[in-house]
Each structure stands twice: as C-alpha cells, then as structure tokens.
C-alpha cells in the first residue's frame, strides 16, 4: 500500500460508502462530499444523496481532483480542528481551490452546497459573503430548528415552495451570522437569502438568516443540518408539513432532491 | 535525540542505583506507602531507579491497581454463569468488554469516571474523560457511535455549582461534539453531599464485526513498537496517582497541573486513522495511553504479550523538550496509542500515517526476555518485569464495618405530613433540580451525528443503529440513586441495575451486559469501605438474577473531602439490542383516545424518594425489589414492543407516577385524563402514595384501542398486575387526574423548563 494508493478515505464500521441507488432516474448524478481530517457529518450527507435517489461519493480534501462529480457538499463538522476560525484553513485545501474555481464558472458552475462547518469554509473561500461568530448565548446549541426556504429558485431548493417552512436539526458552536448591512441589504435585495429561522433566532444571526446563496444560485450555504431529517426514524420530532412519527421529520430531503433533478434537467 | 539532550538531565541509571544503594527517593510524593516502596526494592533487589519509581507509583495508584477493590471486584467473575456467557466475546480485563448482538456484530462499552479532574479543571477534566473512553472503545478495534454522561454536582444553588456545570458541560460537549459522537443520554443529579466531589462519568459505545476485535499486547518477538498521536507534554503528571487516588484535602497545593489538556481534533484524527489501521490490518496489538500513559502502555503490551519490551525513551516525540524521563513516563498527554507492528507492515503504518498528518515514533521492540527494559540514549533506566508493574501491585483486603450510624438512620423512615394540595406538589416534584428537564444540558451535545440515533434524551434509554440493512441497532441507559445505596448499599447497588434494566427494556430492547463505574470515598475509611463491598455484593447478585453479565467498568474511590464521603454511588450502565430499532418504544403517547395502563404495584415506599429529598429526609430503607418481577416486566415490555401492542412507555423510579406521567405528557406535548381510585383501592394506598411513591418493577404504557385485549391477556398470561388508569387526551392540552387537579401542558412545561435556566442561564 502506498500513499497515493490512500487517497479516499476508508470507511470503517456500520456506515455504508454507500452510493448509488439502482432503482432511481436521479442515479446517473453523482454528487461528492468532502472529507477533511475533521468532518463529521460526511456519511451523513452521503446517505442523504443516496436517499434522496442519487450517487455519492467521497472526495479527500488533500486531492488536486474532483473526479467528475456533479455537484459537490461540503458537510458539517470541525474541519481542522477549527482552534483558529471555522474553516479558515480547509479553504486552502487542495480540493477548495478545485471547488472555488468550479464554482465560479458561468452558466454550468459546479453546484456546491456547505451546510454548518461548509457553509463557514464558503464563506472563508469567499465563495459566499459574510462570516460566522460564536453564538450570542456562547453555548454549543443542538435543536430541531423551523425555517422559511425564502428562494425557492436556487439549485438546492427548487424541489420546494416558495415561503414553504421545514423543520430540520441544527447544531453548532459558532453559528451566527453577521455582514455588513450593505451586504446584508444586497443579500436580501437580490433575493439571496435563502433560508430564515422562524419562531426564534438560535443564535443571533442577523436578520434571522439561517442560509444563503451567491448570486447565480449554484452556491448555497446554510447551518442547520438537512442532511439530518432525511430518513423517518432517525430525524426531527415534527415536521412542518404535519404530524410525524417519533424522529419522523424527513423535511430536508428536499434539499438533495433539488439538486438532482436539477442535474438531470 | 542526542547525547547533548541526556546530559541536560542527571539521569539516573540502572547502573547508578545499583551503585548507590542509599539514595532517598520521592516515593511519598509520588503516593507510595512505605511498605509498597519497600516491596519494590524487594522485587528488584536493588533501590529503583528514579523512571522506575515513577512507573510503579504511577502502575500501584488505587487508580490504576484497583488495589483496594480488587478482593471485592471479583465477585463480578465468579458469579457469572455459563448461560450469562453465551453473549461474552471478550470480559472484564480488557480496555473494554465485548458482546454478541447478532449478524457478525458486536458491541463494545465502558463507563468510567473523571471526577478528580473535572473538579479541579471542569472544561478539561470533562472533556479528556470523553477522550479516555472514547480511546479505550478504539483499542478494542471498534468505531465509537454513541457516548453518554452520568453528571452529578453539588447543591443547585450553592455558589460554586455554577463553575462546575458550566466547565463540565461545555467540557463534554466540546470535545464529543468535535469527535462526531452523538450524546444519546446520562443522568444530571444535584445533591449537596457531590458539592466537594462531583461526579463526571463517561461512558462510550463501539461496534465492530467479530473478526475485528483487538486486544491490548504485544507478541512476536522482533515486531516493532510504536507511540503515535500528540506529542507527549507536561500535563496530566501524577494524575492517576496523586489526583485520581487521593482525597481533596485545602492544606495541600492545587492539583491543577495534575489535570490533561484535551484536543478533540487530534482525537477525531487518531479514530479515522486508528480504524484505518485496522481495516488494513497492520496492527498486531494496540493500547490508549490514559491513566498512567507510557508506564501503563508497555508494561501491559509487554506482560499481555511475549513478556518483553526494548524500548528508547529519547525517541518519544515531546511537546516540551525539558521533560524528565520520569515526567515521559508519567505524562499523561491526551490522544496517543500504542501499536505493536511487524517490520513486514511498517511501511503501510507509515503511509497510513502520513494520509491522516498523524506523528509517530518507533519506540523500540518486543522480546522474549520478560523483561521491560528503558534505555535513555543507550543507557538503561528501567529494567523491570512488566507484571511486577501491570499485574502484581499490592492488593489490600482494607478492614471494613459496617457503619454504626446506620440502624438510627434506617429506622427514621419518612413520616412527614403529606401534603392535600397535589397540583402543587406535582409542579414543585416537577421543577425541582433532580425531577426538571436536562434540556439545557442536552441541548448543548449533538444527538444526530452518525444519523443513526432512534432515541435519546429524554426517552429512557438511548437508541442507535447499527446495521442500516436491518436495523439491528442497541439501547443504553445509565442509573444510580446515591441516596437509595446510602440507605442500604446493598439494596442501592442492586436498585440502580434494577432501573437501568428496566429502562432499556421500557424502550423494547433486550437486556444483554452490564457496565459499572463505582463511584465511592476512601478506601481507607473502614465505612466507606463496608458501603463499597456490600454494593459489589449486590450488584453481583443481582446480575446473576437477571442474567446479565458486567464486562467491564471502573472504580473511583477517594471521593472524600476532609472527612466528608460522597453517597455510595454505583453508576449502572446495561446495554440492551433490538433485531429492529424501528420498533423502539419513545417515552410519551401522542395517539388520542389510546388506554394508558399501570404496570406493577404501588406500595408506600417513599423513604430515600424524590419527594422526601425535597422536604430535607433521608432515612428509612430504599423500596423493596423484587428481581423476578423486574424480569417479567421487561420480558412483557419487550414483546410489546415486538408485537406492535404499545406506542409509548416509561418507567417508574424517581419522582414515580407523578414523574412518569409528567414526563409522558410532556414528551410530545400531549394531555391525558387519569382516574387514580381504582389503584388506591386495588393497592391500599391513598392518591398522594399512588403518585410520589417509587415502588419498583412498574411502568405506565400507552396502548392502543385496537391492542388492549391482547395486552391484557399477556399480562394475565404472566401474571403481572395491569391496571388502566386513563386515556390519552389531545383536546385537552392538560395533565388532568380526575378528582384531584387539573395541570395545563404549559404550566408544567415552564415549571419543568425553567429551572435549570434560572440557575445556569
């Protein structure tokens, strides 16, 4: 075995590498997630691609090569560690400089989705604007938050409606949002803003923003955890769309369907 | 390392304390009694040298030895049965225990304590306790899924309660958070005989295929030692020895430097690149270093394995250049491992290594020499057999008796007056620290993680998949009543297994294995001691009873400030399987119109209960067990559960129907209608003891209207006594016992929310 022979990780233990979902017209879109030493919520957001109907596999944030995905999330988690500031240092990974400048293109950019750990590594690639401090109450905080999808128009959240609210898990330590309020003004103006929290703010983000977008939509980060009420049985209580079982909460699916169907076209 | 390095240090050898014979050593400091240090003279024939002092003081602590409990500790081995074993694939002994659960896999678990640290440094002591055991779970070859911590702090409102929540539960959630573990339970007590000793616990759980279990030892003569990890510092220095083995006493300096300094990113780092190793099988034997770091690592690979271990002390990696080799020894520096390699595999460590940015050091070798020898830049300092270190310590059989103060207390059974205002004693059980939601605790560890969680707080035990094929997944729950055990600890041992039983089964899962952290004051206090026996008496028994076998845990003793002992507190973890977590029972009905039924009898027992804690009591005895019992309701709990027959269910302990009721109201914010006349006139009691006492052996179920006949048949089929007492209610946002009050969902809600808020906010 030789190094270069190591490049994606192995995964160990009960988790699937998972991938393809045979039965699916979503299968022939593979989107990759991206491990760095550490990530947390990777198989998670693997399993909620493969859920979701789609492909998944696992992109190593030391390699220069995105491997053909056609998409790519970037999971919650702690990165580097995150002593210095959340993602201050995986956007200078291998992979990100990959991710940043397909991100970037024109018409067909790489669909990129960071969700907690991701949504920070976004900002710090300044793939997306603005930064996230520790929150208000200081206190790492796990809930199952609501949230309005504001912009149903973007690649991850088309598979919504518009104004539609959804009930998913959130948990981090620095969550709160902040920007300057001319940024936050052309955020809301260009209808950038893609997901709000609703009854309560759990950590002081400015304006209640919970997720936005760049500004042709292929870039969206957000902190609270879709790929955490995908599956019935393992996700939130509740649902906003009603009554559910006990974990039964499945409301960030749509997240991932979004993106697929986008793909497929 | 070079020469230049060992001159820095007067570095005494083998050969110098063969030559000076006479020289005083620091074997008090370091917590060794005389007649200990005396015995090590013995056995080397010779004074030690100063790094051998430092292993075998660090190796003999109470901590690491078990030198007062070991005698007791036994019991746990001979009362095992064959028929107990059947689910055993690895016992007590190893880094943690293993068993069978079905389909190839199997389940690894282990509390432990941290309480020494986490009183002197809450944040850090905290949160290398998660490190430790989480560390002990990957030695055995297992990927942690789940962690959960049985916290217990002094009184509520007392001044320093503040600091310790704080650190600690930042601690814990700061670390298991950035590990990616899901923090599925645990218990939060207040209680001010915790208020100079609180008690942090923690307990992790692994799995693994069969195939890939790995036990700690070093075999095969020629194979290749290795240190990987962190850099080995100056933290945790005399930690097991001098903090973890000693009681607090305010004439002595502080403790803080005694305390490790934790970093969850290398320990994040270290599981991947551990689980790789293994996957990749290049690894013939592995070891955390904790307690006592590499004076535990290679002395128990090298007596596990061939016998014999070469190793050069100048090639561990430092953070702290100055370090002393005694200080190497004894660091107790977080997040390293021990590995044993062939020199056929070095070259695959290496480039598993380098993938993951992990350091790592060749140390030395294995022989076949029964001998550990130490070699600092070439010159020997530690020549000793390695069970002399790891195996052979002192063990005491400490006096005991048992306390005299005790008959005065078990007669002085609770006999205040009883109050007739029951709304507002069921807000009060409702508000108070013990019975209030843990929420403000909870909220601050990650649940989802992994996505394989089913249950956690506040359902009664927590709840992982393991297999996402089939959904073979095992429950978890922790218990102990310090004030039952200090009562009677025998009863109390016992009590706090019957409770932990009892909730994996109320969330269906089957009962399987044992794990315990003993949680006691100094050993050296013949009462203290008398509680610790009776308890490990108990707790045997009772295993034996229930069929459920301890494979692993821990003890802490010196809990003790000046003269002051905590409560005897056994800290019970079992773990339970389910062929489906789909089918797991939450701890509330939701469904309106289904029966809400009674399980068991209701005595009155309110001696050592919540409610008699509130009014300042603590005497009596703790309420009757009846293990037969506890057996059938899980057995009827568990085929419910299986056959679709209930769709919430919770057990009675603290706080009994009261609390039960509450809480399943409270779980999904659904009323009911309960009517108490009938089980006051079946059990005798008055409406007061039906809702505060803790009788054991019950628990209230949820059952739905098309399931009540083949219910009730089952319990008549077995027996057991059932009773229905209510329905659920969703129209009525209300908790309403009929006759006696009617409680609205958000006033109890807010009663039960806002305490701990109010005092930690």
New interface residues.
């Given amino acids: 075995?030789?190094?270069a022979?190591?490049?994606t990780?192995?995964i160990?233990?009960?988790?699937?590498v998972a991938s393809t979902n045979g039965d699916s017209p979503l299968n022939g879109v593979t989107v990759g997630v991206v491990t760095f030493?550490?990530s947390?919520?990777d198989?998670?957001a693997v399993?909620a691609v493969r859920l979701a109907g789609g492909s998944a596999i696992h992109l190593w944030h030391?390699d220069h090569d995105l491997r053909n995905v056609d998409a790519v999330i970037i999971p919650?988690?702690?990165s580097?560690?995150?002593?210095l500031r959340a993602g201050a240092i995986s956007r200078f990974a291998p992979l990100m400089e990959q991710i940043t400048s397909a991100a970037s293109g024109g018409a067909d950019a790489l669909p990129v989705l960071g969700i907690c750990n991701g949504f920070q590594v976004l900002t710090e690639a300044h793939l997306l604007p603005g930064s996230m401090i520790k929150n208000n109450h200081l206190?790492?905080?796990?809930?199952d938050q609501r949230l309005r999808v504001e912009n149903a128009g973007t690649f991850w959240t088309s598979d919504y409606g518009q104004g539609e609210e959804i009930v998913i898990?959130l948990?981090n330590?620095d969550g709160q949002f902040v920007a300057d309020n001319r940024t936050l003004d052309e955020l809301e103006g260009e209808g950038r803003v893609v997901f709000r929290y609703v009854d309560g703010n759990p950590n002081g983000s400015r304006r209640d923003i919970a997720g936005i977008s760049n500004a042709a939509g292929n870039v969206v980060g957000l902190m609270p955890?879709p790929?955490?009420a995908v599956?019935a049985?393992?996700g939130p209580?509740s649902s906003a769309r009603g009554e559910v079982g006990?974990?039964g909460g499945t409301d960030g699916l749509g997240i991932f369907t979004s993106v697929l169907k986008k793909l497929v076209g | 390392m070079t020469a230049e390095t060992s001159r820095r240090f007067n570095i005494d050898t083998v050969a110098n304390a063969e030559a000076t014979p006479g020289q005083a050593l620091p074997w008090a400091e370091l917590g060794l009694k005389e007649n200990e240090y005396q015995r090590v003279e013995e056995i080397l024939g010779r004074r030690p040298t100063g790094a051998e002092l430092a292993m075998y003081s660090v190796m003999w602590s109470e901590h690491c030895s078990y030198k007062s409990s070991k005698v007791h500790l036994r019991q746990f081995g001979e009362k095992v049965t064959d028929a107990m074993k059947e689910h055993l694939l690895v016992g007590i002994g190893e880094n943690a225990g293993v068993v069978d659960i079905g389909d190839g896999?199997a389940v690894t678990f282990k509390v432990e304590s941290h309480n020494h640290p986490s009183f002197v440094e809450p944040y850090q002591g905290a949160a290398t306790g998660v490190g430790g055991i989480v560390r002990d779970i990957i030695s055995m070859g297992?990927?942690p899924?789940a962690v959960m911590d049985p916290l217990r702090f002094g009184a509520i409102d007392h001044p320093d309660t503040a600091r310790l929540v704080h650190g600690i539960v930042?601690g814990i959630?700061?670390y298991g958070?950035?590990?990616?573990l899901p923090n599925i339970g645990g218990e939060v007590v207040f209680d001010s005989v915790y208020q100079g000793n609180p008690l942090v616990n923690a307990l992790a759980v692994g799995?693994?295929r069969h195939e890939d279990i790995r036990l700690a030892n070093a075999s095969g003569a020629g194979n290749r030692v290795v240190l990987f990890g962190a850099r080995t510092g100056g933290d945790g220095i005399g930690g097991a020895s001098v903090l973890a083995s000693e009681s607090f006493d305010s004439s002595k300096p502080s403790k803080r430097p005694a305390v490790q300094v934790g970093?969850?990113?290398?320990e994040?780092?270290l599981i991947?690149c551990c689980?790789?190793l293994?996957?990749?099988s290049v690894v013939e034997g592995i070891q955390d270093l904790g307690a006592a770091g590499i004076s535990c690592a290679t002395s128990e690979l090298a007596s596990n394995g061939d016998g014999g271990m070469h190793v050069e002390l100048t090639n561990v990696l430092l953070r702290d250049p100055s370090l002393t080799p005694g200080e190497i020894l004894m660091s107790e520096s977080q997040e390293r491992m021990m590995a044993v390699v062939t020199p056929g595999n070095v070259?695959?460590f290496e480039?598993?290594m380098?993938?993951?940015?992990v350091e790592y050091s060749w140390l030395g070798e294995v022989t076949d020499t029964g001998r550990l020898i130490i070699e600092w830049d070439g010159e020997k300092i530690v020549d000793v057999d390695p069970r002399t270190v790891a195996h052979e310590g002192p063990v005491y059989e400490r006096p005991y008796h048992r306390p005299e103060w005790l008959d005065g207390v078990q007669a002085n059974g609770f006999a205040a007056e009883r109050p007739t205002d029951l709304r507002a004693a069921v807000l009060e059980l409702m508000a108070s620290p013990n019975m209030c939601s843990k929420d403000w605790v909870?909220?601050?560890?990650?649940?989802?993680?992994?996505?394989?969680?089913?249950?956690a707080m506040p359902d009664d035990a927590g709840v992982v998949?393991?297999?996402?094929e089939t959904g073979l997944g095992v429950a978890i729950s922790t218990d102990a009543n310090g004030r039952y055990s200090y009562l009677n600890p025998y009863e109390g041992a016992r009590l706090a297994l019957a409770e932990a039983y009892r909730n994996v089964a109320t969330s269906g899962a089957e009962p399987l294995a044992v794990t315990d952290c003993l949680n006691f004051g100094s050993p050296e206090d013949p009462e203290v001691m008398w509680q610790f026996a009776e308890t490990v008496r108990g707790l045997a028994d009772a295993c034996q009873e229930l069929g459920v076998p301890v494979t692993g845990g821990n003890v802490s003793l010196y809990n003790q400030t000046g003269g002051i002992a905590i409560h005897p507190t056994p800290v019970v973890g079992v773990l339970g399987v389910f062929d489906d977590?789909?089918r797991?029972t939450?701890s509330g009905w939701r469904e309106d119109g289904q029966a809400v039924y009674l399980l068991g009898t209701t005595a009155d027992e309110l001696d050592g209960s919540e409610w008699a804690n509130l009014r300042g009591h603590l005497g009596g005895q703790p309420p009757v067990l009846d293990l037969a019992a506890e057996k059938t309701l899980a057995a009827i709990l568990v085929n419910c559960s299986r056959d679709g027959m209930i769709d919430g269910a919770h057990d009675l302990s603290e706080g009994g129907l009261a609390a039960g009721l509450s809480e399943m109201a409270l779980r999904?914010g659904v009323g009911a209608r309960i009517g108490l006349d009938e089980l006051c006139e079946r059990d005798g009691i008055d409406a007061f003891t039906a809702l505060f006492s803790e009788s054991q052996a019950r628990a209230v179920v949820a059952v739905p209207r098309s399931e009540e006949v083949r219910f009730n048949d089952m319990c008549t089929a077995r027996n057991f006594p059932t009773i229905r007492i209510g329905v659920v209610d969703t129209e009525n946002q209300a908790l309403d016992v009929q006759g006696y009050f009617n409680l609205p969902i958000d006033q109890l809600r807010e009663a039960h929310e806002g305490t701990l808020p109010k005092y930690f906010g």
């Fill in positions: 075995m030789t190094a022979g190591l490049e990780p192995l160990g233990g009960p988790q699937p030493p550490g947390l919520d198989r998670d399993r030391g919650g988690g702690f580097y560690g995150d002593y206190h790492f905080i796990c809930r898990p948990k330590q955890h790929e955490h599956e049985g393992f209580d006990v974990r | 896999w297992a990927r899924v930042a959630g700061g958070n950035s590990l990616g799995v693994l970093d969850p990113f290398a994040k780092v991947e689980l790789e293994f996957k990749a070259a695959d480039a598993i380098d993938k993951w940015a909870t909220d601050q560890y990650d649940r989802y993680v992994q996505g394989n969680t089913a249950l998949r393991v297999d996402e977590v789909a797991r939450p999904f």
